[in-house]
């Protein structure tokens, strides 16, 4: 078995490289078939979003269409797969940062409602309460000017 990494992901997904695009698809290919198995990890999954978004100014929603068939192939092994449709689900609805719905729908899998955080989005997300950090149990901050 080899390592799957992002740049195989992307060159099939975009095609913009005639010299990788079509073998990554053929891999790809390859994989769907069952002829090759592959291990890839959840960072590979990130960046390839990130890049899909920021890099080539894919909706979330077209990233998701695309990337979740491949990464749900029964040849591509990749821890907690199963996190992947509800994380794309909740940052589209929530419009939330992928990494950010990656985050709640890690917390929900280990039961936790409670984020240390200053992103203000965390608000939104049902179940989930959000705690800035040096801020006392009235929510207000413990600053050198409110002491």
């Known amino acids: 078995m ?26 790809m290919i ?33 990233v998701r269409d695309k990337l979740l068939p491949l990464i ?3 040849g591509i092994r990749l821890e907690q797969k199963d996190l992947f449709e509800p994380v794309f689900d ?12 990656f985050n709640v729908v890690i917390m929900r ?3 936790l409602s409670e984020i240390y955080s200053w992103d203000r989005h965390f608000d939104r997300i049902d179940g989930i309460t959000r705690i800035e950090p040096g801020a006392d149990a009235s929510g207000e901050s413990e600053s050198p000017t409110n002491r």
Do not use: M, W
Not at 8 to 27: E, I, K, N, Y
Not at 35 to 54: G, H
Not at 90 to 101: G, K, R, S
């Open 72 to 74: 749900q192939l029964p």
């Open 109 to 111: 899998s280990l039961q």
């Open 2 to 27: 080899r390592f799957l990494d992002t740049n195989v992901f992307l060159r099939h997904l975009v095609a913009d490289l005639p010299t990788q695009s079509p073998h990554a698809t053929g891999l």
């Open 30 to 62: 390859a994989i769907e078939q069952g002829e090759e198995q592959v291990q890839t990890s959840q960072v590979v999954v990130l960046e390839a979003v990130f890049t899909l978004q920021k890099f080539y100014r894919l909706p979330l929603v077209e």
């Open 90 to 101: 909740l940052a589209i609805e929530q419009n939330i940062d992928f990494q950010d719905a």
